[in-house]
């Protein structure tokens, strides 16, 4: 007895993620082309990096044990220097957003003002922290000011713009409300506006925290000062397991704040 | 927010005399810690060079202007070799996350001391700034593009492992159980079951981390982890103030179309 063929298909493939086939053979195509000159021009010096494996050994050895005792109080410095750092800038930077912030809503500012702000947001976003950490050490000198004033003009660019669009994004009912009490101006913002934004900003605010604690760490590359100065002389001075004891305490400090950062902006919200 | 009785009728008030308080009480507590912190950092800042910023700020700005145009042709390899730090330091950082991503989540993960040693890798990565990964590699490897692109991949290991075992514990298990009824193992339902719902996410999540390596591969060659960086730390030692206003013209255009490409793709894939 013989099987009639089936009129329905016996067989499965699985679609491709890409659905036309043209599309899908020119990014193939495209970025094969485009590793082969990456790889081609990158220009690596494959003899010093195989030296890198035995050179990594003697690296991470000379890592193990950390030392956290020789060292001491140049480290303690350095991390209170980076805590003082982080919430001086967080303090400053939110103090300063908070105008720019109001600024450039588009339902709180006019046209002209709704512009200047958004362009100084956009200015602060666009170079990372450590440029602007290069310029402020030419400009301020050596030391944690520079790196202040680095960190608090980042803080700009993050929080007036989340804040800006938590004000965009408000029940605009509420506010018509306390405005058809005849409020002012002030008094609008402050029980309008202010009580909808404040457990985002709340939450945000302990977020950027956590974000300037890290970057305090690498202005110091650059002479803002800070744990990181504190690591660059280790490194430089070939003190790796003072090193290695610094990166520790780095990430640990980094998770704890990360965990309360989690934790309070749950509470919060 | 209670109502106050007072001789002349009730007042509104917004908070209770407690509530006020406590409001109080915790501003004041806030404000010692900044003044104290601020007392820490300004014990350790040379005064005399702050007053002396807006000068200095005048001069550095009136030597970099006019950018030296003529310097982009040299300009042109550094460029080459940050996008290239970017865009391999994500491919390298992809392949690693997948399995980490797979044995972080837990809807996926072999074993629970399994899952927390991928938690591990995953914090430790997202903790230490490329920089500093940048910092050690090219004491390993030597100054240049491969401890640059090695670093950018370790760095974003962490950020990319989270968003996608994240996405992993998001998926829709009914999909999963459709696939195990028709017999399939353990490695087809991961094939046919899991990775067709995360790829999405997974594309979106490359993008984006593509997105925001290009900053980062702009600042290694502080350090001396090559790209782009590496001219304008030597600008910056030289003086060259014209080269540096033209190098940080240079980083804004390519930030500025990293970010349009990224959103574009992110948008067609979403």
Known sequence: ?269 | MPLIEMPDGPVWKRRTTKETLIRWFVWLIALAIIAYAWKGISDKTIWFFVQDAPRQAADIGSRMIPPKFSYMSRLWAPVWDTLNIATLGTVIALVIAVPVAFAAAHNTTPHPIVRSIAIFIIVSSRSVNSLIWALMLVFIFGPGVLAGTIAIGLRSVGFCAKLLYEGIEEIDLTQVEAIEATGATKAQQMVFGIVPQVLPTFAGIGVFRWDINIRESTILGLVGAGGIGLELSGSINTLAWTQVSMILLVILSTVIVSEWVSAKVRGAII
């Open chain 1, 1 to 269: 007895m013989s099987v009639a063929e089936p009129d329905f298909p016996s067989s499965w493939k699985k679609p491709p993620f890409i659905k036309s086939p043209l599309l899908r053979w020119s990014i193939i195509i495209g970025s094969a082309i485009y590793l082969a000159l990456a790889f081609g021009t990158m220009d690596v010096d494959w003899a010093r990096a195989a030296e890198g494996l035995p050179r990594g050994k003697r690296f991470l050895t000379a890592f193990f044990p950390p030392n956290f005792s020789d060292n001491l109080g140049v480290m303690w410095d350095g991390i209170f220097e980076s805590i003082w750092m982080a919430i001086i800038s967080t303090v400053a930077g939110i103090a300063l957003s908070i105008p720019i912030g109001l600024g450039a809503a588009k339902n709180l500012a006019p046209n002209w003002v709704y512009l200047t702000c958004r362009s100084i947001i956009g200015g602060s976003r666009t170079f990372p922290e450590i440029i602007l950490a290069i310029f402020a050490v030419k400009l301020f000198g050596f030391g944690p000011f520079a790196g202040f004033v680095a960190l608090s003009i980042g803080t700009i660019g993050f929080y007036a713009k989340l804040l800006a669009e938590d004000i965009e994004n408000i029940n605009p009912s509420q506010a018509e409300a306390i405005k058809a009490t005849g409020s002012s101006w002030t008094q609008w913002i402050n029980y309008a506006i202010q009580p909808q934004v404040m457990p985002r900003m709340i939450g945000l605010s302990v977020y950027r925290l956590d974000i300037n604690f890290r970057e305090s760490a690498v202005v110091g590359i650059v002479g803002g000062g800070g744990i990181g100065a504190t690591l660059n002389t280790a490194f430089e001075r070939y003190e790796f397991d003072t090193a290695a004891a610094i990166l520790l305490i780095i990430i640990g400090i980094v998770m704890v704040l990360e965990y309360t950062s989690g934790y309070l902006r749950k509470w919060v919200q």
